[in-house]
């Protein structure tokens, strides 16, 4: 392999071994993968085999079981094209139920003559005594008996859960169970332990207000239309107008162009750049363009399929329309210093371009950042300052092969021992691709399985909580229980929660969610966009090191909670029309990124960037975030444990907790 290769590889895995290192190059070679798709497949390793757990290190045993399980695709891939181009394809037919007896359609004694039969064996059965099913993954999990209705409750009866899944019997005997995964500012809590412990005192939420406090003017602008739109549907208890597959190209295209001139502004007067250049022409001297990177396997915005991952040796600088015409212009990122870049983020870039068919960056200027709120509106506001505590979670909350929902439950238990002041709970609750929803094993409607077994533990965990606690619901794109199965996603209606039985003390927020806790501005995305980022960015000597939160500083960076551009195949509709709610309006205190990625909590530029990861990882529990902020005044007062400057900012004082479940 070339140099270029193998410093990828060191790049995306760190040091490595000679033997990892020659195995590693093996695999590329062999089966054309790049480096940062084997480096997906090694964290696809660890969370598997190992939970997740960064020490281990890729050795070339385990790299072995990586290669075979590459091997294993490859040959599967290539009989499924050979059975393909030999076997003449024929539609399917559906069936609502594999085990349905087959009648004589043309007899109507026989249809009859069935139904008085299944009639008979129906009522034999609630005769006789409950007893376990001879399969309980083949008839389903939510299969009850056939001849009468019955409830969620009784459908989901201890009788068709006699026999444990072999991952709750893995799952009961863990040994990592509330163990501290990682710790922000653990030695600042643990110092001011007697002055948090009001942190379970009631906090103040107000939702919707976290970054518009400090926009730029205080007026929306014109193309908030959509925001304004989704706020007063709010107010009447409906969702908006939500038309995700109607989006029209037009839309899109505008959209992307509004955001290159929103950076492009900011730009020109952070740096005082007299004027910003169009990049296509040609240019003998220095200036200044900003633009957006695109692939080179890019048509109108949309992915292509199959298209290769954004490589430094392919990449398109795209102007806006009034910066020049909207036309693309090869980008020569050689002899820029520092980089990170993925396609659809917005860049100001210096450079030339002697000849006029490619720009050549010498360097990469620093995007203006956003402001925060200061202090005189938080002075301003009565709640401000008071301390709280948080539990945040994501899902999925149940094991692949089970619908128990046993990690949720343990959850519910850590978060009463904790006595937070606000609990958020991401989706997904009952996931489109969980093994048993996928496989075509349920046989009952996903808001039933809500109601019989989320709500019941929701209600345990409102009962446990401080009477001043506050619940909140995230939905989630992969969630079946929302009806919109896009980005962004309004709240769950009233109508909904009722439905899902879910107790009047939880409420819902939208996806992503802007709130305000005591005067502290948090952002939730619920989108695994930094799993979407780590296999399309690339980048050189970047100045945050850490890739995974790097990631979620470009989130903050772009102003944007999906800034990537095209998304991949598999990612739900991002709604341009809708662009207004993933916008930053001001810089969060706390944003908060749930991926399948590793967890982490670090503060970059005063944000705490926080992925609290999962609470499942299939048959293994996952983890969660446990957040408390304290006044200043008591951080101050801990004394040689921290700085002796005043704490201004909120990530100064916050100390964030991931545990095990």
Not at 428 to 444: N, Q
Not at 541 to 551: H, S
Not at 585 to 595: E, F, K, T, Y
Request: aromatic share 4%; proline share 9%; charged share 20%.
């Amino acid at each position: 392999m070339s140099s270029d290769a193998v410093q990828k590889l060191h790049q995306a895995f760190g040091t490595l071994a000679p033997d990892a290192l020659a195995e590693c190059q093996s695999i590329c070679a062999t089966y054309g993968l790049s480096a940062g798709d084997l480096f997906i497949r090694w964290q696809t390793l660890l969370l598997n085999r190992y939970a997740g757990d960064a020490a281990v290190q890729p050795t070339r045993e385990r790299l072995l079981e990586i290669r075979a399980a590459v091997a294993r695709d490859h040959e599967r891939s290539l009989r499924q094209r050979a059975q393909a181009s030999q076997t003449p394809h024929h539609p399917a037919k559906l069936s609502r139920n594999r085990e349905r007896p087959a009648y004589d359609k043309s007899s109507v004694e026989g249809l009859l003559q069935g139904m008085a039969g299944a009639a008979a064996a129906a009522a034999a059965a609630s005769r006789d005594a409950p007893r376990t099913p001879q399969s309980a993954r083949r008839v389903g999990l939510l299969r009850g008996t056939p001849g009468r209705a019955r409830g969620p409750q009784e459908m989901l009866s201890p009788s068709v859960f006699a026999q444990p899944s072999p991952g709750a019997a893995q799952y009961k005997t863990r040994g990592n169970a509330g163990r501290l995964e990682e710790a922000l500012h653990q030695d600042l809590l643990a110092h001011v332990q007697p002055a948090a412990a009001a942190a379970a005192a009631p906090a103040a939420v107000v939702v919707g207000a976290g970054q518009q406090r400090a926009a730029a003017g205080g007026a929306a602008s014109s193309d908030e239309s959509g925001g304004e739109e989704a706020e007063a549907a709010g107010r009447l208890g409906r969702p908006p107008r939500m038309r995700y597959m109607f989006e029209k190209t037009a839309v899109r295209t505008e959209t992307l162009n509004r955001r290159i001139e929103r950076l492009a502004v900011a730009t020109k007067a952070a740096h005082g750049v007299e004027a910003l250049a169009n990049p296509t022409y040609p240019h003998q001297d220095a200036v200044t363009a900003v633009g957006r990177v695109v692939n080179a396997a890019v048509d109108d915005g949309a992915a292509v399929a199959g298209a290769a991952p954004l490589s430094a040796d392919a990449l398109f600088l795209e102007t806006s329309r009034r910066l020049g015409n909207g036309r693309r212009i090869a980008l020569d990122v050689r002899a820029a210093a520092s980089y990170a870049l993925f396609p659809g983020q917005v860049v100001a870039v210096e450079g030339s371009n002697p000849k006029g068919a490619e720009f050549a960056a010498a360097r990469f200027l620093e995007l203006p950042r956003l402001p925060h709120a200061s202090a005189a509106e938080r002075c301003s506001d009565p709640d401000a300052g008071r301390p709280f505590s948080a539990v945040v979670a994501a899902g999925p909350y149940t094991l692949a092969d089970s619908l128990d929902y046993e990690p949720l439950a343990d959850l519910v238990a850590h978060a009463v021992e904790a006595a937070p002041s606000v609990v958020f709970l991401l989706g997904p609750f009952v996931a489109e691709s969980h093994p048993l929803v996928r496989d075509g094993l349920l046989d009952m409607l996903p808001e039933d399985v809500f109601a019989a077994r989320v709500s019941p533990l929701l209600e345990r965990l409102c009962a446990g909580l401080p009477p001043a606690a506050a619940v909140y619901l995230v939905p989630a794109p992969d969630d079946l229980c929302c009806p919109y199965a896009c980005y962004p996603q309004p709240a769950f209606s009233r109508d909904l929660l009722a439905r899902l039985a879910v107790p009047s003390a939880v409420q819902s927020l939208p996806n992503p969610a802007h709130v305000s806790v005591n005067g502290v501005a948090v952002a939730l995305a619920n989108i695994d966009v930094l799993f979407h980022l780590v296999k399309q960015e690339v980048s050189r000597l970047p100045a945050l090191t850490d890739r995974l939160p790097r990631l979620a500083w470009h989130l903050v960076e772009q102003r944007h909670l999906y800034p990537l551009s095209p998304p991949p195949p598999d990612a739900p509709a991002i709604l341009a029309e809708h662009d207004a709610s993933l916008r930053l309006h001001a810089m969060p205190d706390i944003l908060v990124v749930p991926s399948q990625l590793r967890h982490f909590a670090r503060v970059h530029e005063n944000v705490v960037l926080l992925n609290p990861g999962c609470s499942s990882m299939r048959v293994a529990g996952g983890t969660f975030a446990k957040i408390h902020v304290l006044p200043p005044s008591a951080v101050d007062s801990a004394g040689d444990m921290v700085d002796a400057a005043p704490k201004t900012y909120p990530a100064d004082c916050t100390s964030v907790e991931i545990v095990r479940i």
